[in-house]
């Protein structure tokens, strides 16, 4: 989010801990709603994400939008236009919105590097907040998130849709439920054709984490919920910049387009897995697997293996990457901000899963020396305050 005329300093300027001093006068805290009640909502951030959840809300029932903001007045005018059934009001300070708008939740969908700059106030305020994935990019920045998260009224929920996607839900099911057997390892992989960096936010490690982070971390977070929200103890990891528009990106650290890494969790179970861009197209696609003493699981399709059956073809079709999202937005409306819920994906599942991916990063990016060097991260050594 950039405009010309806002600096991303004024409209941020707040600090993430003590957005409570802007003492907002917001009479929305958190409440659970009756059956017929509306449940109004505000966004912050309408770009590209933002703009398709808005357009994901349209058409659902019990649920108004109030307001929209954005530091581009085009953007909030164009959004404006898609939501014009509410007739939103328009903003270019979120804190202004927070003021004067009476809400029930908010939506954040601003880069990756100001989620919690965002969050915080709307939890402060006492107010239901849907953030999109992950949850920040430095390990500062996720605790602040957690702790205000844990302190307010309001409730969290982070845009992890695949926790909400019933083909997921179903596999890991069976998968808890012993069905599965043994968990022993975890295998999966995203790789893409198209070329990554340039002067674009995600190509700055410092707004989004890079790929590992911004994009990686929902495969990451799948895995956090096969192992049950368990975290890793180690992860090892090599990245690497190759594409030539990465290698031209104008940032400080530049995001990797490359890169592999193993985590262990708890009883030895490895997680491998490969990010890649810039892949012929013949070698792209997504994969996640689960191997264990009975069967396998190829959880993108929610299919079973049975080692008895070897010649049992893959199911290789690739299903939409965007499915959830709109089970993920109704779960908001009904279950969190109509009923009081906490949210399936929350602050504490949402944290393993972003610091999965920051450990990654971690692990094969020496941010003194800024070149990629492969070394092996502990839990530990991420230096949360919460542990």
């Not at 898609?82 to 954040?108: S, T």
């Not at 592999?260 to 490969?274: H, N, W």
Request: hydrophobic fraction near 35%.
């Amino acid at each position: 989010m950039v405009n010309d005329g806002v600096s991303r300093r004024d409209f941020l300027q707040t600090s993430v801990v003590g957005a409570s001093a802007l003492t907002l006068g917001v009479t929305g805290a958190s409440k659970a709603l009756g059956a017929n009640d509306e449940v109004v909502l505000g966004f912050i951030g309408v770009g590209g994400r933002g703009g398709r959840l808005l357009k994901g809300l349209l058409d659902m029932k019990g649920v108004r939008v109030s307001a929209i903001c954005d530091l581009k007045q085009e953007r909030v005018d164009e959004n404006k236009e898609v939501a014009a059934q509410w007739k939103p009001k328009g903003y270019l300070d979120f804190r202004q919105m927070l003021d004067k708008e009476k809400l029930d939740g908010v939506i954040v969908a601003t880069e990756v590097g100001n989620h919690a700059k965002c969050v915080v106030p709307v939890l402060e305020a006492g107010l239901n907040c849907f953030s999109e994935k992950p949850m920040d990019c430095t390990v500062e920045k996720v605790d602040s998130i957690v702790k205000a998260a844990r302190a307010s009224k309001g409730k969290y929920q982070v845009g992890f849709q695949r926790r909400y996607n019933p083909i997921f839900r179903d596999a890991i099911a069976k998968i808890h439920s012993g069905e599965f057997g043994d968990v022993y390892f975890l295998q999966g992989h995203w790789h893409w054709e198209w070329e990554v960096g340039g002067s674009s936010w995600v190509a700055n490690v410092d707004m989004s984490g890079g790929e590992i982070v911004e994009q990686a971390c929902h495969h990451m977070d799948v895995m956090n919920w096969v192992m049950k929200n368990q975290h890793p103890l180690y992860c090892v990891a090599m990245g690497a910049t190759m594409s030539p528009k990465a290698k031209e990106s104008p940032h400080e650290h530049i995001t990797e387009d490359h890169s592999a890494a193993i985590f262990e969790f708890p009883g030895g179970v490895k997680f491998s897995y490969t990010h890649l861009f810039y892949c012929p197209k013949q070698f792209t696609g997504e994969q996640l697997r689960v191997y264990g003493n009975k069967n396998g699981v190829d959880l993108r399709m929610g299919n079973f293996y049975d080692s008895k059956n070897p010649d049992e073809p893959l199911d290789e079709s690739q299903p939409n990457w965007d499915a959830g999202t709109i089970e993920e937005l109704e779960s908001f409306v009904n279950d969190v901000c109509r009923n009081g819920k906490r949210a399936v994906s929350n602050e504490d599942t949402g944290r393993v899963s972003t610091f999965m991916s920051l450990m990654a990063r971690k692990a094969m990016y020496n941010r003194e020396t800024k070149k990629f060097v492969p070394t092996v991260v502990a839990w530990e050594d991420m230096g949360s305050d919460l542990g």
